[in-house]
């Protein structure tokens, strides 16, 4: 099993990755949500699950570790391949993953393409008291890190696309942050990270 890779980021793509591990390069299948969360960085780590099939060995990865719980227990439910938890978790953050299975809000999963009603309510049945369960772990490190990024990432580009260096827009983006908490929406965040950039 291979639990993380730590190399060089070769490639970015919405749907996978390249990462040069000691002259090896590994393609790392992902969500969109791990796509925006990984920075422009060189060197990265990344969680990792290998999928064995017939026909291939496949490497899925995950940014935080509450994206591969979920990953995980989505795949433990019948009819619910690698490829389709993917999917759920691109079009879902894991928080949000979690609230719509406590609350069984069957319509919430169905919005996901390729799910439809019995498999939402597959999901439900099957995973409920899991998430319960694994749901404090998932809850404080998504809120933290999930939404933090998000809109942290936003507000990057918006300084970026006004003509500010990365470097100088990260720095600002991190001071602004670090003062105010996580409380800001992302227009107060730009107006407050331009000021000091």
């Known amino acids: 099993m291979i639990s993380y890779l730590r190399g060089r980021l070769v490639q970015k793509e919405p749907a996978f990755l390249i990462i040069d591990v000691n002259g ?3 393609q790392v299948l992902i969500s969109l949500n791990t796509y925006s969360e ?54 879902m953050n894991p928080v949000d993953l979690r609230n719509a299975i406590v ?3 069957v319509h919430t999963l169905q919005s996901v393409k390729g799910i439809g009603a019995k498999t939402a309510q597959r999901l439900i049945l099957e995973l409920k008291d899991k998430v319960i369960k694994d749901g404090a772990e998932i809850s404080s490190e998504t809120n933290q890190a999930g939404a933090h990024n998000i809109i942290r990432n936003e507000a990057l580009s918006a300084l970026m ?19 105010s908490g996580n409380n800001l929406s992302l227009e107060e965040l730009v107006k407050i990270a331009l000021k000091n950039a």
Do not use: C, W
């Open 24 to 26: 090896v390069g590994y």
């Open 38 to 91: 990984i920075k422009e960085k060189e060197d990265i780590t990344l969680l990792t699950m290998l999928v064995v099939r017939e026909d291939a060995h496949i490497l899925y990865g995950f940014a935080t570790s509450a994206e591969k719980i979920m990953f995980q227990q989505l795949i433990s439910v019948n009819g619910v391949g690698p490829s389709t938890a993917i999917l759920v978790l691109s079009s």
């Open 103 to 105: 609350r069984e809000e």
């Open 161 to 179: 696309t006004l003509g500010i260096s990365r470097q100088a827009a990260e720095k600002s983006i991190d001071l602004v942050l670090k003062k």
